[in-house]
């Protein structure tokens, strides 16, 4: 499986961004999906997962602001982010598996930049 995402940019704090991820292969159905992010100097975080059944799961300080979508005809996943903060700046990953701890697989990620 190999994952490409996009989406990512520069945006003003407030404001919203939606990032996607194409994967190739088969089986996308069969696996859960997930967006990570890592900022510089911090550990890679969670943001959100999907399952394969469609069950999302969320960060809780993202949660409100965030939301993770899938479409199993195109094999995209897809990130909604709204009322970006700076401290949302970070490069997000996208990531598939038959579980998500760890994943599998592993984009190699689109650069969001938050600015005030």
């Known amino acids: 499986v190999q994952l490409v995402e996009s989406g990512g940019g520069l945006v003003q704090a407030g404001g919203s961004l939606r990032l996607s991820c194409v994967a190739s292969?088969?089986?996308?159905?069969?696996?859960?999906m997930g967006w990570y992010r890592q900022a510089p100097g911090k550990e890679r975080e969670n943001v959100a997962i999907?399952?394969?059944?469609?069950?999302?799961f969320y960060e809780d300080s993202m949660k409100s602001r965030f939301t993770i979508s899938r479409d199993n005809v195109k094999n995209t996943l897809h990130l909604q982010m709204n009322s970006l903060t700076r401290d949302d700046k970070a490069m997000h990953y996208c990531?598939?598996?038959?579980?998500?701890?760890?994943?599998?697989?592993w984009g190699q990620g689109t650069q969001v930049t938050v600015t005030s």
């Open positions: 990531a598939a598996g038959v579980t998500m701890d760890p994943p599998h697989y």
């Open positions: 292969g088969s089986r996308f159905s069969n696996y859960a």
């Open positions: 999907m399952s394969s059944d469609g069950r999302a």
